[in-house]
């Protein structure tokens, strides 16, 4: 039952992930696309560690693994939020011109 909650949240995130790019008029590249599936791909693998271990009867092991692995996600979910999902660079503007000098 796990399995099928956290695949059904990962495509659910998914398909959020695609809309929004939609409606903010994102051009994402091919390989962008395939480093955001790959991360949705470890999310799940994170998961589903947490849960083999929590059947194995070894809850200190999970929070270990899913603490050690969930680092890399995070880190990894930043990056593409940042340099992936963030939308066009806006132009840097310039101080005004007091007129003054010195």
């Known amino acids: 039952m796990p399995e099928l909650i956290i695949g059904a949240v990962a495509a659910l995130a998914a398909t ?12 994402i590249a091919g390989w962008q696309w395939l480093l955001t599936a790959l991360g949705f791909l470890y999310a799940m693998f994170i998961l589903e560690v947490i849960v083999a271990f929590l059947r194995e009867g070894t809850p200190k092991g999970a929070v270990v693994m899913g603490t050690l692995l969930g680092f890399i996600a995070v880190v990894w979910g930043v990056l593409l939020a940042r340099f992936v999902f963030r939308g066009p660079a806006r132009p840097i503007s310039s101080p005004p011109e007091t007129g003054g000098g010195v």
């Open 16 to 27: 959020g992930l695609v809309r929004y790019a939609r409606s903010h008029s994102l051009e």
